[in-house]
């Protein structure tokens, strides 16, 4: 049972030009969400998070969107660039619980092309 | 941000000997890390969420009696591979969480690579 999915496993964009990655769940007692990057044989690098009373959260080049009722998260990098190009990871825990546990997607790899 | 040490990086054995990989959180101390296993081109699956001083909670699926971990101080975890065979290769990698304002934060070591023939 995939609790958290990214159903697109590659993108590719053209530097300059937005990226979009996107994710899905399905847990409802889900009410935080991060993005991690990877790259391989690294551990993964946090990027951004939201919390559930959020619909979105800035940071610099990174934006996420929370739509809670579609259960769906989005990464926005603008402008992308070749350095952003490594495997982007969606994750959720239920924050409430304070068990720490995240939920992880399969992965998406972002190719950015200069 | 946060620093957690991962050794080691890469660890290539023979099949049925046993591996130990640490981690460290440099800079803080974490109550709580995590240990997750990620096979090429997979997610990464939580293992086992260990606990300072208490034994590891373990999910659905994980030997414990294989998967040996420890959690002796605030700042250092343990996983060790017992009799390790060619299934367990994977990418192993450790977190430690940190209770932040807006919600918490894991930051992950840079991970093992085991290698086991």
């Known amino acids: 049972d995939q609790q958290v999915k990214q159903n697109s496993p590659s993108l590719s964009v053209q530097e300059g030009r937005i990226s979009i990655l996107n994710c899905d769940y399905t847990?409802?007692?889900?009410?935080?969400f991060l993005w991690y990057k990877k790259y391989p044989a690294e551990g993964p690098t946090f990027l951004i998070s939201?919390?559930?009373?959020?619909d979105k959260n800035e940071d610099g080049r990174f934006t996420v969107f929370l739509n809670k009722s579609a259960k769906h998260l989005s990464l926005h990098i603008v402008p992308s660039q070749p350095g952003d190009s490594a495997v982007y990871f969606c994750?959720?825990?239920?924050?409430?619980?304070?068990?720490?546990?995240?939920?992880f997607g399969q992965g998406t790899t972002l190719q950015v092309k200069p | 941000g946060a620093v957690v040490s991962q050794h080691p990086s890469r660890v290539i054995c023979k099949s049925g000997t046993s591996v130990k990989i640490e981690c460290r959180s440099l800079d803080f101390q974490a109550t709580t890390m995590f240990w997750y296993r990620q096979f090429p081109k997979q997610s990464l699956m939580l293992m086992a969420t260990?606990?300072?001083?208490?034994?590891?909670?373990?999910e659905q699926g994980v030997e414990k009696d294989k998967f040996l971990i420890n959690h002796a101080s605030l700042t250092l975890s343990t996983l060790t591979v017992t009799s390790a065979h060619p299934e367990d290769s994977s990418f192993y990698i450790c977190?430690?969480?940190?209770?932040?304002?807006?919600?918490?934060?894991?930051?992950f070591g840079s991970g093992t690579q085991l290698s086991v023939l």
């Open positions: 939201i919390s559930s009373i959020k």
């Open positions: 260990s606990n300072e001083g208490s034994k590891a909670t373990y």
């Open positions: 847990n409802s007692m889900f009410d935080y």
């Open positions: 994750a959720a825990s239920e924050w409430s619980s304070n068990t720490g546990k995240l939920i």
């Open positions: 977190s430690a969480r940190i209770a932040a304002a807006e919600g918490e934060k894991l930051f």
